[in-house]
C-alpha cells in the first residue's frame, strides 16, 4: 500500500510553469504604473510649468509641480522594473536582447530624471525672484529648462519606447508567451512612433502634430495591453517555461 500511494502524483503540486507568475504579474503591473504616475503628471500637476512661459516669475503652483515631478520619479523608477520583473523568463528566449531591453528601459528612466532635475530646478529659481534677480534672466532660464524637458520627453519616453517595443515584442513574439496580436502591436507601433519622434528632433514637425497620433495611439495600446494581460493571464505555457530555473 505504501508503495502505491507514493506513486500517485500529488494533486496540490504546483505546474512548473506556476514560476513565471510572480515575474509576469510584477512586470504587467509596473507597466501599468507607469501609465497612471505619467498620464497624471502630464495632464493634470506639470501643466502650470509646461504651458506658463512666465511660471518662473508668476505666481506659479509649486506644490502641484512638485507632486508631478514625483510622479515622475514614480514613472522612472516603475519603467525599469517593467523590464527587470520579466528578464529571468525572456533572456531563455534570447539573453542579449532581453538585456538590452532592461538597458533600453534604464536609459528612459535616466533620460526621464534629468527633465524631472530640469523641473525642479524652475521651482527652485522661482526663490530668486524675492531677491531681486533680473526677472527677464529668469524668465530665460525658465524658458531653457523647460525646453530641455521637452526635449527629454522625446529622447526617453517616445525615442525609448520604440526601442523597447522591438525588444520586448520581439522576445514575447518569438517565445509565445503571450497571444501574438499582442506583440505584433508593439512591432507595427515602433516604427510608427520613431517616424515623427525623429521628425521632431530634425525640425521637421512639431510635438503632438497629427503625424503623431497613429504611433502615439497604437504604442499607447500596445502598452496597455501587454500589462493588462501579464497583471491579469501571465505567461502561456511554453517550452520556454517548462522548467523553473535551479535553485
Avoid at 514613472?75 to 536582447?97: D, E, H
Avoid at 523641473?119 to 529648462?145: F, K, M, Q, Y
Wanted: charged letters at 10%; aromatic letters at 8%; proline letters at 6%.
Amino acid at each position: 500500500m505504501a508503495t502505491i500511494a507514493s506513486a500517485r502524483p500529488n494533486s496540490t503540486a504546483r505546474p512548473a510553469t506556476d514560476w513565471t507568475r510572480n515575474h509576469a504579474r510584477a512586470s504587467g503591473i509596473f507597466y501599468l504604473l507607469t501609465f497612471a504616475s505619467s498620464i497624471a503628471a502630464v495632464v493634470y500637476f506639470l501643466k502650470p510649468v509646461l504651458d506658463n512661459p512666465n511660471y518662473i516669475v508668476g505666481p506659479g503652483q509649486d506644490t502641484r509641480v512638485i507632486i508631478g515631478c514625483l510622479l515622475d520619479v514614480v514613472n522612472a523608477l516603475t519603467c525599469i522594473g517593467t523590464a527587470v520583473a520579466v528578464y529571468p523568463v525572456v533572456k531563455r528566449q534570447n539573453r542579449s536582447m532581453a538585456l538590452g531591453f532592461v538597458t533600453s528601459r534604464m536609459y528612459e528612466a535616466a533620460v526621464i530624471m534629468v527633465g524631472v532635475i530640469c523641473l525642479l530646478a524652475v521651482v527652485a529659481l522661482r526663490d530668486a525672484t524675492a531677491s531681486g534677480t533680473n526677472a527677464n534672466t529668469l524668465v530665460t532660464i525658465g524658458h531653457e529648462l523647460v525646453a530641455m524637458r521637452d526635449y527629454t520627453f522625446l529622447l526617453g519616453p517616445n525615442l525609448a519606447a520604440c526601442v523597447n517595443a522591438l525588444l520586448f515584442a520581439t522576445l514575447l513574439l518569438k517565445s509565445r508567451l503571450v497571444p501574438r496580436f499582442i506583440p505584433a502591436m508593439g512591432l507595427a507601433a515602433a516604427p510608427l512612433l520613431l517616424a515623427p519622434t525623429i521628425a521632431t528632433i530634425l525640425g521637421a514637425t512639431e510635438h503632438g502634430s497629427i503625424w503623431w497620433a497613429p504611433g502615439g495611439a497604437l504604442i499607447f495600446v500596445w502598452e496597455l495591453t501587454v500589462g493588462l494581460y501579464m497583471t491579469f493571464k501571465g505567461f502561456k505555457p511554453t517550452a520556454l517555461t517548462a522548467t523553473p530555473p535551479q535553485s
